[in-house]
């Protein structure tokens, strides 16, 4: 084979598993800056971004979707945080409550914007005071399927999730969980509120259990692939259909994006495992960060692991940071 024809074949396989991702999302036409969608609005220096409404696409997904996992969702809802109305919608209010930031000004939607698929559009994420981080805000949506949270996957559950953010000084900046919790504690409505949830006064623990609650809501399903899975095989192009071979057979995208490599992995599309692909730190000095990471993180504090995350180069060493030895990169 001619490098031409290899390379007009390598395209073929390219467009083809493209589709397969193109048709599992529902396409939306750029309107106004309000509905976010589009490019976020640029920042000046100091500025944190504009806090996101709640709206029609923040509101609990239905379970009625085509493709919902039942079973699945059943088993990853922890039985101590069942999915109440009450506990939903205290959860939801939360989410876009920027009190819980250091000044006020930024919220969980603030990076996990529901009108933007649960993720701010950056490539890293602005928090208070304009402060950029060093990692973009990971998709909230079906993340109550992941067997760990953040790109690192430094903690397990997202209740941990919910904290952490909160008192990242690039991110919320609260000086603690506690101080955020003291500002919303004296409203009388979120005084009713989580009263009616759990039957308690306000307090750190609840507060983060409605927002991990909320969360749980956040799934999207019901694309034109799963109709396709469901059975209705002009829901997707013929293209979509051959890219949905190759994704699973000569294009091997199913050794990462799949429970096993031997079954098809409808739902999520993950391993839950993390893999080094070969970019992103190539252009780095691995081993002096490794040996900082090592330094600066001797203790392994869950609070030091977040701040080295998002605030500094060492960032790019990814889960290294969680085991913080080099013989491990």
């Excluded at 193109?22 to 100091?46: F, K, N, Q, R």
């Excluded at 057979?249 to 031997?262: F, P």
Aim: contains cysteine; glycine residues 6%; hydrophobic residues 40%.
């Amino acid at each position: 084979m001619t490098a031409n024809r290899w390379i007009a074949a390598s395209l073929t396989v390219v467009t083809a598993v493209l589709s397969v991702y193109l048709c599992a999302a529902v396409a939306a036409p750029t309107v106004s800056e309000d509905t976010g969608i589009g490019p976020p609005p640029p920042l000046a220096p100091g500025q944190a971004p504009p806090l996101p409404q709640a709206g029609p696409l923040a509101r609990p997904r239905s379970q009625d979707q085509v493709g919902f996992p039942v079973a699945l969702t059943a088993s990853v809802i922890p039985p101590a945080s069942p999915l109440t109305p009450a506990t939903v919608a205290l959860g939801e209010k939360l989410f876009f409550e920027s009190r819980l930031s250091g000044d006020g000004t930024v919220a969980c939607a603030t990076c996990h914007n529901p009108a933007r698929a649960c993720t701010d559009g950056r490539p890293t994420s602005v928090g208070i005071h304009g402060r950029v981080g060093q990692r973009n805000a990971p998709t909230l949506l079906n993340a109550l399927y992941n067997k760990t949270q953040f790109w690192d996957g430094r903690v397990n559950t997202l209740e941990q999730q919910a904290a952490l953010p909160i008192t990242n000084p690039f991110e919320m900046g609260s000086a603690s969980v506690g101080d955020a919790v003291s500002k919303i504690a004296g409203d009388k409505e979120y005084q009713d509120q989580f009263m009616q949830a759990f039957g308690r006064d306000v307090n750190e623990q609840d507060m983060l259990r409605a927002i991990a609650t909320y969360e749980r809501t956040l799934v999207s399903f019901d694309s034109p692939f799963d109709h396709f899975i469901a059975g209705d095989k002009d829901a997707i192009s013929d293209s979509a259909k051959r890219g949905w071979e190759l994704f699973n057979t000569k294009a091997r995208c199913n050794l990462c994006h799949a429970l096993t490599d031997k079954q098809r992995d409808v739902t999520v599309f993950t391993d839950n495992d993390f893999h080094n692909i070969g970019i992103g730190i190539i252009r780095h000095h691995v081993a002096p960060l490794a040996q900082q990471a090592e330094r600066e993180l001797a203790q392994g504090t869950l609070q030091a692991i977040d701040d080295a995350a998002i605030e500094s180069e060492i960032s790019v060493l990814g889960r290294f940071l969680r085991a913080v030895q080099r013989s491990q990169l």
